[in-house]
């Protein structure tokens, strides 16, 4: 599983996720054991819970999201202009 690192997707919830580089199992948060294959996906849930998604399911529904910009480094200033409200609108 090294090969393939931790990234972050996106549906109605943040997770994180990795795809399987061999076959693996998991028990899951009701003690069910889960089964997965190469390709498939290992998720972990913001609750701290993992389970295992097939690829077909796993890549239709999750977007990966990408990383953060790292923060600027102490003392750097910020010059672009102030943001403004989109389209005219306010608070």
Not at 25 to 47: N, T
Not at 57 to 80: K, L, Q, T, W
Request: proline residues 10%.
């Amino acid at each position: 599983m090294n090969k393939y690192e931790w990234k972050t997707y996106r549906t109605r919830f943040l997770v994180r996720a990795r795809q399987l580089s061999e076959p693996a199992a998991i028990l899951d948060a009701s003690g069910r054991e889960q089964v997965g294959s190469p390709g498939d996906y290992l998720v972990e849930c913001s609750d701290g819970s993992k389970r295992i998604a097939p690829r077909h399911i796993f890549e239709d529904i999750y977007v990966e999201m990408e990383e953060p910009a790292a923060a600027p480094p102490p003392g750097h200033s910020d010059r672009r202009s102030p943001q403004r409200p989109l389209f005219g609108l306010t608070g």
